[in-house]
């Protein structure tokens, strides 16, 4: 049975869809800094056009963007070492105290049981101080031990953090002929059905990365406060650490409340602090999932947590930590597509016949 034009040019694109998803399964840690890139290019293009209009050189504007995003990142890098600065010194003092009042709790437990307990935890006390030592030796010679047995990895490391940005400057400085080629190479029949396409998910992208920008500083600042007023010492470092981690859902808010409680307990030792981190962080979810993400990101573009949990498991296995940032942005782009599928489905003879 022959087989139609049309139908050959649909099993074309068939192909073409299944190699390019081959290659990048198989090419997913070497396209990874390409994606990344491709990502903060598309965040700091606006920026550098404004810049551009204002009459800056592109050059310069795409510098100073890149320098821009360079500072936010170390600051927030920085508030992580202030915090397991300041907890790690007091952890290790106050590890054997509260290992002590464990050891003794569990004995006076048992012996209301009736039972006869013994527990000698100075083991695990021992251990858990040596391992939050802050001996600043033992942690260089722990680093370099690390890098010999994976030099490897470090060298990846070290090699995108000057990758990245290369590549991120070149994508700002061409940005508008790389788009221009790549549109031109569009089958004619199809660049109005592709461009409208394109327009909505750039409207649902930058709709999504400007609302969640402004829910991080809000619930940024909502921490802090809330942990300030609750009297903990660490309460600007955690609070606007926990804010900006949202951003990674589930894993950035989990490392936020188990900062929380650690600085609470060493700084408290009751069940105070459980209390406090319970309250604070309780009304910082609803405060999220009932106003903040709903108004500010809209209820369209709205992921099923279930789906959420698939892309960072799917995005994480396929380019690592950094497919962890890039899950839900590509989670927004991917909801826009699957739109136009089941519209496209519903309108087909695969539906109506």
Not at 2 to 29: E, F, K, M, N, Y
Not at 132 to 152: H, I
Not at 293 to 304: C, D, E, F, Q, Y
Request: net charge positive.
């Amino acid at each position: 049975m022959p087989i139609s034009q049309r139908a050959q040019t649909r099993l074309t694109w068939l192909g073409l869809l299944a190699v390019a998803a081959g290659l990048g399964w198989l090419l997913g840690s070497v396209l990874m800094p390409f994606l990344l890139a491709l990502t903060v290019a598309y965040a700091l293009h606006p920026a550098v056009e404004r810049m551009v209009r204002w009459r800056i050189p592109r050059l310069l504007g795409a510098t100073v963007a890149l320098v821009l995003l360079a500072v936010a990142l170390i600051a927030l890098g920085s508030l992580i070492v202030s915090v397991l600065g300041s907890t790690l010194p007091q952890l290790q003092q106050q590890v054997p105290v509260l290992v002590g009042n464990l050891t003794h709790w569990l004995e006076a437990t048992g012996a209301r049981l009736g039972l006869r307990v013994h527990v000698d935890l100075n083991t695990i006390g021992q251990l858990l101080t040596r391992s939050v030592s802050g001996d600043p030796q033992r942690w260089v010679m722990q680093l370099l031990s690390s890098a010999r047995s994976g030099g490897s990895t470090l060298l990846t490391v070290l090699g995108n953090a000057i990758l990245i940005p290369v590549l991120t400057l070149y994508l700002l400085l061409d940005w508008r002929e790389l788009m221009q080629r790549a549109f031109a190479l569009v089958p004619l029949s199809q660049r109005e059905r592709l461009r409208a396409l394109l327009d909505e998910c750039d409207g649902v992208l930058g709709r999504y990365l400007r609302g969640q920008l402004t829910v991080m500083l809000l619930l940024a600042a909502f921490y802090a406060v809330g942990l300030s007023l609750a009297g903990f010492q660490l309460a600007l470092p955690i609070g606007v650490f926990t804010g900006l981690a949202v951003a990674v859902p589930f894993i950035g808010f989990g490392i936020g409340l188990l900062l929380a409680l650690l600085a609470g307990a060493l700084q408290f030792q009751s069940l105070y602090a459980l209390g406090a981190v319970a309250v604070v962080y309780g009304i910082g979810q609803v405060l999220e999932s009932s106003y903040l993400t709903p108004k500010l990101l809209g209820r369209s573009i709205g992921l099923h947590p279930l789906f959420v949990i698939f892309l960072l498991l799917a995005f994480g296995d396929l380019f690592g930590f950094v497919g962890v940032l890039l899950a839900l942005p590509a989670g927004a782009l991917l909801l826009v597509v699957a739109r136009h599928l089941v519209l496209w489905y519903r309108n087909s003879p695969l539906f109506l016949q």
